[in-house]
């Protein structure tokens, strides 16, 4: 069964400061990872990555994949309070296209 | 429109009765997709539309669940005989269909069904 495992459910950062988010996967056969932000009720997207090893980056926001080891990792440097938010990492099998999600990162940035 | 929309942004019901959640997928994705939400949870897929292919219903918990496309936009989920354990955020989400890029899921707010 394809799985996605987000680490660490919960954390509570000062702004100013820089989170390393993660995600693990176990699928079949495996075409992309997306990182999703979640503030309110519609998730938004971030990144799409399929190559191992090519960093994505967005402002504050960078992501990269390691398809070798099956992770990603999502950071964001200098976090600020509109930071705040549940991230989401979703796989989309290759066979497919709906999206295996993981359960999110809850991230409270503090001021 | 110029994103996602869905309909009611809350809905709140008897346990029993039956209820229709609505989503409205940007203008031109072929691609639309069904999720449920529920507390502390992440996003557990429902069912699939693409195009004018059978849907992919594999994700439905049950057959109260269904969903129909109608003219390959606008899509309805129906929930028969509410239990209290629908009770979650239903989102949807459309793509333009196609290859990696294309495939990038635009979600809506949601509709948080509350069965009492």
């Known amino acids: 069964e394809d799985k996605v495992v987000q680490s660490p459910l919960s954390l509570v950062v000062h702004e100013g400061d820089t989170v390393t988010l993660n995600c693990s996967y176990e699928v079949t056969n495996f075409r992309s990872l997306l990182w999703y932000k979640q503030e309110k009720k519609a998730p938004t997207f971030l990144f799409m990555l399929?190559?191992?090893?090519i960093e994505k980056k967005s402002g504050r926001l960078s992501s990269i994949l390691d398809k070798k080891e099956l992770f990603s990792i999502l950071n964001i440097t200098a976090t600020q309070t509109g930071d705040s938010a549940i991230y989401l990492c979703a796989v989309e099998p290759e066979y497919g296209n709906k999206l295996v999600f993981g359960a999110g990162t809850i991230l409270r940035v503090k001021s | 429109g110029a994103g996602v929309s869905q309909s009611p942004s809350n809905k709140v019901t008897e346990k029993g009765k039956d209820v229709e959640l609505r989503c409205d997928p940007i203008s031109g994705h072929t691609a639309l997709y069904w999720y449920r939400q529920s507390l502390g949870q992440g996003l557990e897929f429902l069912i699939y539309f693409q195009g004018n292919s059978a849907p992919d219903k594999s994700g439905l918990p049950s057959d109260r669940f269904s969903a129909e496309r109608t003219g390959g936009s606008v899509s309805t989920l129906t929930i028969q005989r509410t239990q209290q354990e629908d009770s979650a955020v239903y989102l949807c989400?459309?793509?333009?269909?196609?290859?990696?890029?294309?495939?990038?899921?635009?979600f809506g707010a949601g509709t948080r069904l509350s069965v009492l």
């Open positions: 989400a459309s793509s333009l269909g196609g290859t990696l890029y294309q495939n990038i899921q635009y």
């Open positions: 399929t190559s191992s090893g």
